[in-house]
């Protein structure tokens, strides 16, 4: 299955997560999710966690692909 990539980088809190909310609400078996900083990262894993998605995340540079599926 190809997931739909979000870019959320340069946008702090709380905008990550809202973008991941709205991508889910489209898209609810998974998207990929880039973000460039660890409290966009976190916050992000907690939000998809509390949801019951299994979360994958990788690095890339400076950056975190969060990958996010049912």
Do not use: H, W
């Not at 690095?59 to 996010?68: A, M, P, Q, S």
């Amino acid at each position: 299955m190809k997931l739909n990539l979000v870019d959320a980088r340069g946008r702090s809190c709380p905008e990550p997560v809202l973008i991941t909310k709205k991508a889910l609400e489209l898209n609810s078996e998974g998207i990929q999710i880039i973000v460039d900083n660890g409290a966009a990262r976190d916050n992000i894993k907690r939000f998809a966690g509390n949801l019951n998605y299994n979360i994958e995340v990788k690095e890339e540079g400076e950056d975190f692909v969060l990958t996010l599926k049912k």
